[in-house]
């Protein structure tokens, strides 16, 4: 469930996930009230301290527009953002979320409001929620487009493959990224050089998987690597994506802890392909979704990790498409809840001091339009207002009667700031809503 980040010291946030059924995931597509305008080269990253996936930048080349906006999804729409810094119109680049340090990282690209007049970059910038900042570390990759990167959550660190200056020249080289500056790294064996390939990182392997692209000298590709954090090992899965492709999309499905792979095209440029593919490590296996996205390159995938979906924007479909659409269980739910927690009921000021570590029960209780015996309670987890809280892992949960809903066995553990704790009420009632 999306993390809602309150600001009242005297409500704690509650986040929770449902089941998720054991169903075959399709894709679906939303209509959101506002969207980003049609584009592609752009690129997507999860933003998983603010709960939103992130969209930056892209091209239409039919207008000559090289963006420069930035817009959040939050499961249900598109919102524009107005930071006080942003990068110039930027397509092509690279991102990555850097859960370390709760940021987007961006870099490179094709730099220049006009499509038709751009340098290629080596910048680096950071989104914190709010505005976008440069960085200028001490070292860096020299600039490239079509590269790409991931967040390597097992070292903490982005990873960046490859890209170039452009066709047909490519760069084969590897670099992580700490925060603070750019590292290139040396491994004994190294995927052959090329650009707008695919890149995501399996959780479940704890390995980023690259697949295909457009390799140095203007060849096309379609192998399949893996970057252990000290080595590229090539891997010969029985099955692979039909021919080789560029400017394909993939994304890690931690719902169902696969690769997921769409779209791009071949060496013509037709078709622009419409299929989809998952990798478990081993195998690629095509699937034949009930409804899917047309045909399309340029594309971009990222996992919403707050609705347990794959969200897919834009690229060219022979236009420049402006739609969105998610890869995961159809629901009818909405995949946003907040819980807002009243600690002090009837009292005022309405706070509570949990400096000396003390503790208070909790139960979260069903509202009209929320039936919180659906919790899966292996999901639940306290935040609020930069406090430190937290739910002692080994608490139990069981039904609640009449009114339904859940209570916990043990308490909640908190700390929120140093102070004498005022007295907390036996079990603190939870109003549960859906947004």
Known sequence: MRFSKLLSTSVIGLTFALPVPAQEPTWTQKLPAASPQGRYAHHMAYDAARGQVVLFGGADTITGT?????????????????????????????????????????????????????VISSDTWVWDGTTWTQRFPANSPSPRLGAAMVY??????????????????????????????????????????????????DVARGQAVLYAGRGDGDTWLNDTWVWDGTNWTQKF????????????????????QQVVLFGGHGPSNDPLYDDTWVWDGVNWTQKFPASSPSGRTGHTLAFDEACAEIVLFGGFTGSFADDTWVWGVPSTDPCVIRVEIDIKPDSFPNSINLGSGGTV??????????????????????????????????????????????????????????????SAPSVFILESRVL
């Open 237 to 256: 899965p029985a099955t692979i994506p039909t021919t080789p492709r560029a400017l394909h999309r993939m994304a890690y499905d931690a719902s169902r």
């Open 66 to 118: 090289n963006f420069h906006d930035t817009w959040v999804w939050d499961g249900a729409n598109w919102t524009q953002k107005s930071p006080s810094t942003s990068p110039s119109g930027t397509g092509s680049q690279a991102m990555a979320y850097d859960a370390a340090r709760q940021q987007v990282v961006m870099f490179g690209g094709a730099v220049g409001d006009n499509v038709f007049n751009t």
């Open 361 to 422: 029960p909790v139960a979260i209780f069903s509202s009209p339009s929320f039936d919180a015996r659906t919790i899966d309670p292996l999901t639940v987890s306290l935040a609020g207002g930069g406090h430190n809280c937290s739910l002692a892992r080994e608490n139990l949960w069981q039904n609640l009667r009449p009114r339904g809903g859940l209570r916990l066995n043990s308490p909640v553990i908190g700390r929120v700031s140093k102070g004498s704790q005022s």
């Open 152 to 201: 390597d959550p097992v070292r903490q660190q982005v990873v960046l493959f490859g890209g170039g200056p452009g066709s047909p020249e490519s760069f084969g080289d590897t670099w992580v990224w700490d925060g603070n500056n750019w590292t290139q790294k040396f491994p004994a064996t190294s995927p052959p050089a090329r650009s707008n390939f695919g890149f995501a990182f």
